[in-house]
């Protein structure tokens, strides 16, 4: 059974671009969760996706944007990058019913790095 | 507003205990939990504890949580070189049960 996955493992863009990120939720979930984790730091909770719409979002500008499909799997898009983005981003899966954080999964991560 | 506190670094000699100390702001917390992250690695969950319990203990893992002063700890006996990562103390947002708010982790250092 594959946990969440992650695409692209690590990615290098210029300080202006518009970045797309990908995560695939572990098998049986349908909620997904995007954190940014900038080095030295915890994760900070980005937004979160429950039936193709976003359902929490956390305090980051409309920059970031998301969207679920229906298969579950989640992008994350980052435009205008700035070099604070550089971050590891991370994607989580849950289920939806129930209390979904004590049975959140985490990927691996994206490494973004904006020059 | 919510913050999570945690210190930066412990390190500790091989089969000792370690000890990981966490405080947070949110009273209303429901849950709290830890988290283990290895180099280049996303996170893992170790163990939550809610926020009603004293203390949970799950294998070589001991989780304390003093309510009154906010405070959460988690122990870990007989340390390894394995168990050498970064460890996260979170907790459960007031406003959603969606989204957790984490502490700026603790690197542990097991010397051999």
Partial sequence: DAGVTQSPTHLIKTRGQQVTLRCSPKSGHDTVSWYQQALGQGPQFI????????????NFPDRFSGHQFPNYSSELNVNALLLGDSALYLCASSSGTGRPLREQYFGPGTRLTVT | GEDVEQSLFLSVREGDSSVINCTYTDSSSTYLYWYKQEPGA??????????????????????LLNKKDKH?????????????????????????????????????????
Avoid: H
């Fill in chain 2, 72 to 112: 959460l700890s988690l122990r870990i006996a007989d340390t390894q070189t394995g168990d050498s990562a970064i460890y996260f103390c979170a907790e459960e947002s007031m406003d959603s049960s969606y989204k957790l708010i984490f502490g700026s982790g603790t690197r542990l250092l097991v010397r051999p």
């Fill in chain 1, 47 to 58: 937004f979160q996706y429950y039936e193709e719409e976003e359902r929490q979002r956390g």
């Fill in chain 2, 42 to 63: 996303g996170l893992q969950l170790l163990t939550y504890i809610f926020s009603n319990m004293d203390m949970k203990q799950d294998q070589r893992l001991t989780v």
